[in-house]
């Protein structure tokens, strides 16, 4: 089985601090992605990765940015924390291999809290 | 615009009724339909995937969705609805023609009364 882990469960932070929030899967996967879903609005996709040291942006790319260094681990730093981004952050992978019809799969998820 | 709608906010269903979760979508080219569930704290857990083939598509934990392309449609469904199925489904479209991203609906909180 797949499996996306995902560095906290539960975060507190205050404004202006600057936030890593790191994920790890364990299989071999080319494309790894960041979420961050509010309610009521699903989930809006920040940044992906198709490759080690690659990124594009998603919908909501501002005030985030991303870092690969490594297949197995996609790490998504705030860098200067504000209110409005306390919200539930997901990490995703999937097979690639520009493939268009893989699934995704998710990690349990971080719930960010600034102060 | 690529676009996915979840018209209903809740749906509330007794158990050991049959359910059903709506979805409808806007995509260029063919499009590639994904259901997921997510459990209370939990992260988004693959249900099922419609790409090409048979219009209905069986999943995981007895779900199964009809694909229509005239209605534009990718309704989910169960045919007795168990109280452990209360959880909150999402709906997600990729157009034929775009890259690996994913269009996500709103989701709907699905409640199972005993």
């Known amino acids: 089985d797949v499996k996306v882990t995902q560095s906290s469960r539960y975060l507190v932070k205050r404004t202006g601090e600057k936030v890593f929030l790191e994920c790890v899967q364990d299989?071999?996967?080319?494309?790894m992605f960041w979420y961050r879903q509010d309610p009521g609005l699903g989930l809006r996709l920040i940044y992906f990765?198709?490759?080690?040291?690659?990124?594009e942006k998603g919908d909501i790319p501002e005030g985030y940015s991303v870092s690969r260094e490594k297949k197995e681990r996609f790490s998504l730093i705030l860098e200067s924390a504000s209110t409005n981004q306390t919200s539930m952050y997901l990490c995703?992978?999937?097979?690639?291999?520009?493939?268009?019809?893989?699934?995704?799969?998710f990690g349990p998820g971080t719930r960010l809290t600034v102060l | 615009a690529q676009s996915v709608a979840q018209p209903e906010d809740q749906v509330n269903v007794a158990e050991g009724n049959p359910l059903t979760v709506k979805c409808t979508y806007s995509?260029?080219?063919?499009?590639?339909l994904f259901w997921y569930v997510q459990y209370p704290n939990r992260g988004l857990q693959f249900l099922l995937k419609?790409?090409?083939?048979d219009n209905l598509v069986k999943g995981s934990y007895g779900f199964e969705a009809e694909f229509n392309k005239s209605q534009t449609s990718f309704h989910l469904k169960k045919p007795s609805a168990l109280v452990s199925d209360s959880a909150l489904y999402f709906c997600?479209?990729?157009?034929?023609?775009?890259?690996?991203?994913?269009?996500w609906g709103a989701g709907t909180k699905l409640i199972i009364k005993p």
């Open positions: 997600a479209v990729r157009g034929g023609d775009s890259n690996y991203q994913l269009i």
């Open positions: 995509v260029s080219g063919n499009p590639y």
């Open positions: 419609y790409i090409t083939g």
């Open positions: 299989m071999d996967h080319e494309n």
């Open positions: 990765s198709y490759d080690v040291k690659m990124k």
């Open positions: 995703a992978s999937s097979l690639g291999s520009g493939r268009t019809t893989d699934t995704q799969y």
